[in-house]
């Protein structure tokens, strides 16, 4: 079955600690996104790349790094950096270039400071 | 500065009666316009959308209006059922922004049997 498998489900980062979510997808597409979605608000942009070596900034970067080496690959770090990294994480991708194409989500990695 | 508004952050709906989501947006760029549905843990799952250049779309029980004078759109369920029962965001995009979504920050969905 094709989709967006994001791992680790649950994480749990110490402070000081940088840590990496992952998220792989087997959909063929061009474009991947990562998401930061925070109790009872809605989805905030993060990084996004349309194309493999290439990606860029979204509305929060600041605290995160991402590559994108590989088109079915597109890891987030959270790095020490990040002040509030408690939330959830949501990776998506959609088909095509900068066309309008609906983005479709994994089920997303939880991160908790301990 | 919130460019896509979801006003109402609940619903409750009885089962067979229609459930009406509204979405309010400020940047009159924004010309590709979707809904999703999240169930707590897991990702959102993509529901249906509509272009600009549209004022209706529909699919199935799902009916999407855009009225752009407004700059608001509105989520019809027709008729409601207990698995509707949800977290509904609506998002917007630039086309020529390169497909980055805007999310409201959602309506929680109560369908009673």
């Known amino acids: 079955d094709g989709g967006i498998t994001q791992s680790p489900k649950y994480l749990f980062r110490k402070e000081g600690q940088n840590v990496t979510l992952s998220c792989e997808q087997n959909?063929?597409?061009?474009?991947m996104y990562w998401y930061r979605q925070d109790p009872g608000q809605g989805l905030r942009l993060i990084y996004y790349s349309q194309i493999v070596n290439d990606f860029q900034k979204g509305d929060i970067a600041e605290g995160y790094s991402v590559s994108r080496e590989k088109k079915e690959s597109f890891p987030l770090t959270v790095t020490s950096a990040q002040k509030n990294p408690t939330a959830f994480y949501l990776c998506a991708s959609s088909d095509g270039q900068g066309l309008s194409q609906p983005q479709h989500f994994g089920d997303g990695t939880r991160l908790s400071i301990l | 500065d919130q460019q896509v508004k979801q006003n109402s952050p609940s619903l409750s709906v009885q089962e067979g009666r229609i459930s009406i989501l509204n979405c309010d947006y400020t940047?009159?760029?924004?010309?590709?316009f979707l809904w999703y549905k999240k169930y707590p843990a897991e990702g959102p799952t993509f529901l249906i959308s509509?272009?600009?250049?549209?004022d209706k779309n529909e699919d199935g029980r799902f009916t999407v209006f855009l009225n752009k004078s407004a700059k608001h759109l509105s989520l019809h369920i027709v008729p409601s059922q207990p698995g509707d029962s949800a977290v509904y965001f609506c998002?917007?995009?630039?086309?020529?922004?390169?497909?980055?979504?805007?999310f409201g920050g959602g309506t929680r969905v109560l369908v009673k049997p």
């Open positions: 959909l063929n597409h061009d474009a």
């Open positions: 509509i272009s600009s250049i549209k």
């Open positions: 998002a917007a995009s630039v086309w020529a922004a390169g497909n980055k979504l805007t």
């Open positions: 940047n009159s760029m924004f010309d590709y």
